[in-house]
Structures are given as structure tokens and as C-alpha cells.
């Protein structure tokens, strides 16, 4: 029986088809199907749509514009060196942590209440951002009521504006303590360098004096040397020429011992002399390092600038929320979708329920 089919004519002559090649059944979708049941519900959409735009240009028209009010504004500086930028009372980033973690609040709140009893402070609606490449802070708040979003900022930058006044002012007090008391050491070290010139000049003329001394000891000396010589020398040497000898030699040994005296103070002034000129020297050096710190602190007086508001808090003219066209277009868009996909629920259900 098997040698019969696989011998089988008609089996040779139509070999079975492969896998791949076997026909097979496939959903398919029909477009004019669906055409169909989008056009005979065109009313339903259409009115669904209409409604869900009605109802969201309601909602969206009912609700009040929302003005955003800025001011740009930077903390005093301390100082300002060239190619290294300037130094804040306190960093742009650190105060505008304090502000986005709500220091001033409370602060805020309790003033504005006064104010407006019936409008709310929100800490939401304030911005802080820092200007790339900029030493500046800008601050907004977003606000139904202009005149109140104002109030806002121009509370918080008074706010800002003492406490950095209070940091200036008590740097410039140190400064200013600095340049008094560096004044009196000024003073001070005047008065010793006067002193030790003063001491100098008395000493170089005391110098001057035994200087001149010793020469008129050595011409002595000398002549005392002479007349021991030729009393010694003389043909009519007597006992008086002898003693007229030992009491030249004797001279000539006090004047030696007097001038060795004259020449050891002489050192003694010139090393005392040397030791009040590297004095002199080195409160010179002090007074031009006083007066240096004096200059710097000067500067640094002139270099604080106070806190300062480079653009003055105003508000935008433009409304920035809500923005109801895009709103009212992503509301029909949406109720495209929905009402396509309503219909189609619908058609495939109603019949089932039939």
C-alpha cells in the first residue's frame, strides 16, 4: 500500500505545496467599513466635539489672567578685583537658596495682610533665577493683581536691601577701624623714626668729634715721641734732659692709652650707629606696610557698592497664563479623539444589545 501512493501519477504530477507557500487566513481591516460608521455618526462627534469645546472655552474664559511681575537685582559687593570678578556680601547661589527655601515667607505674608487682607501670598508663583554670565538675581512673581504681584517684589527687595546694608555697613566699620588704627601706628613709628634719626645725628657728630681727637692724639703722640727722641739724643744730655725724656715717655703712653680709649668708643658709636640705621630701616618698611594696608582699605571703602536694583520691578504687559487658544485647540484635538473613539464603542456595542 505504501509503494502504491509513493508511486501514485497523479501525486508526482502535483507535488504538495510547502509550508511557507500553504495559503492561511488573515484579519483584515476595512477602511470603507469604518468611513461608514464615522459618517453615520458624524452628528454624534460633531456635537460631542462642539460640547467639550463649549464647555472648556467656559471654563477657560471664566479664569483670570495671570500678569507676571520682574525686577532684577544684585547684592552688594565687597570688593572687585580685575579678571577675577567681585565678591558679594553673601554668593548668588546662597541667596537664592534662602529665598526658594521661603526665609522670607513669613515675613511676606505678615506685610502683605496689611495690605491686601483679601489676596493670598503664594510661595509657588515666586521665581528666583540666575542670568547666565550675569551677577545679578532676577525675581518674578506671577499674579492675577499686578499692583499685588508688585507689592510682592518690592517687599522682598526691601527685605534684601537692609540685610545687605546691614553687612556693608558693618564692613565698612571695620575698615574704617582698620585705617583709625593703623593711622596711630602711622603715628607711632613716625615719632620712633624721628627719635632714631635724631639719635643718629648726635652720634655721627659724637663720632665726628672723636674722630677729629684721634688725629689731633696722633699729631701729639708724635711730637711727644720727637722731644723724648732728642732729649735722649741731645750732646748735652744732662739729668734734666733725661727727666724732660721719661716725662715725654710718659705722655706718649697716657696718649696712647687715651687713644685706644677714643678708638674703641669710637667703634662702639659706629656699631650703635649701624644697629639704629637698620632700625631706622626697618620702621621705614613698617610705615610703608601701613601705609600700604591704609590704601587698601581706602580702596576697598571706595570699591563696596550697596545693594542694588538694576531693573526696577514692573510688570508685563502680556498676559502670561492662561494661554486659552492653545488650551481650546488642544480641547478639540482631544475631542476629536474621544468622540471617534465613543462612536466606534458605540456601534460595537449597540448590536450586541439587540
Known sequence: MTSETNNDPQRLMNPMPSFHAMPYTEDEIDLKELFAILWGRKKFIGVGVFLCVLV???????IPNVYRVRALVRPGIVSQVPGRGATFTQPLVGLKGRIDAGEFTA???ENLKKKYPNLLYSPDSLEV????????LRVSYDSPDQEFGKSVLELLISALHDEDDET???????????????GKKMIEYGNQQKNIASRIVDLENLEKNIIKEV????????????????NLTDVKSSN??????????????????????????????????????DRLLHKYNLVKEVQLSIDEDRQAIQNIKNFNEIA???????HVSPNRKLIILMSFVCGIFVMILSAFIVEYVRPRKE
Open 129 to 136: 533665577f540666575i542670568p547666565k554670565n550675569s551677577n545679578a
Open 107 to 109: 515675613k511676606l505674608i
Open 56 to 62: 472648556t472655552s467656559t471654563i477657560v474664559f471664566s
Open 168 to 182: 556693608v555697613s558693618s564692613i565698612v566699620k571695620d575698615l574704617r577701624y582698620s585705617i583709625e588704627s593703623n
Open 215 to 230: 688725629f689731633s692724639l696722633s699729631i701729639e703722640r708724635k711730637n711727644y715721641i720727637a722731644e723724648s727722641i732728642k
Open 240 to 277: 734734666g734732659n733725661i727727666e724732660n725724656a721719661l716725662f715725654h715717655n710718659s705722655l706718649v703712653i697716657q696718649n696712647r692709652q687715651y687713644f685706644l680709649d677714643l678708638k674703641r668708643e669710637q667703634r662702639t658709636i659706629g656699631a650703635e650707629i649701624g644697629l639704629l640705621e
Open 312 to 318: 526696577p520691578v514692573m510688570a508685563d504687559n502680556e
